[in-house]
Every structure is written in C-alpha cells, then in structure tokens.
C-alpha cells in the first residue's frame, strides 16, 4: 500500500520560511514525479511545484522565486522549502505522487496523495 506522509507544516508569521517534507513508503518513485499542490478554505486545489527525477523543477508563479522543491531519491522523499511567506500562501499542502513520468499541473492527473499539512501564514 503506498502512502504518503507529509510533515513540516505550521504557523508562521509573514516573511517567514517553513520547510515541508514528504515520505513515500509502498513503492519507490524513483523516476517518476513528486509534487506539491495546496487547497485554501473555498478554493479548488491548486499546483504548487513538481520535481522530475532527473532535477527538472517546476513551480506556480504565485510561489516562484520563494520557494524550492528538492528530492531525495534515496529517501523516497520530496521537500518544499517556502520562503517569504504571505498570508495567501495559507492553505492545506498536498504532496503527491505519479504513476507516468511526464509532469502534469492539473490535480485530478496525479495518482497517490498525503493526507495534508496545514500552513498558516500570520500578517
């Protein structure tokens, strides 16, 4: 059974920096994509940042510039460092998992997903 489990999220005051982290167990996504989405009190879920297992990176012009995503294959681990964090940023973070290897931003397309952190972002 392959689950994901996310950590690392919390509360945190505008201009701040939180670090998330993501564990597969079940199977290895070595070769396939990791990512990150967020969903916000009535909003749709949206794309975050993906990373390819061969480095390429992608990310959400909303978080572009503030934040990186980064991967330990190794670990079966994928991370989202945010930096200068706004109050938009305040959402339930999503890390997820592909079965194909291309990168896709639209959520219904990704196969495996956690159970959410919930980042806060004070003003």
């Known amino acids: 059974q392959v689950q994901l489990v996310e950590s690392g999220g919390g509360l945190v005051q505008a201009g701040g920096s939180l670090r998330l982290s993501c564990a597969a167990s079940g199977r290895t996504f070595s070769g396939y994509p990791m990512g990150w989405f967020r969903q916000a009190p009535g909003k749709e879920r949206e794309f975050v940042a993906a990373s390819r297992d061969d480095g390429m990176t992608y990310y959400a012009d909303s978080v572009k510039g503030r934040s990186t995503i980064s991967r330990d294959s190794a670990k079966n681990t994928v991370y989202l460092q945010m930096n200068s964090l706004k109050p938009e940023d305040t959402a339930v973070y999503y890390c997820?998992?592909?079965?194909?290897?291309?990168?896709?931003?639209?959520?219904?397309?990704?196969?495996?997903w956690g159970q959410g952190t919930q980042v806060t972002v004070s003003s």
């Open positions: 997820a998992a592909r079965s194909f290897r291309l990168v896709t931003t639209t959520s219904n397309e990704w196969d495996y």
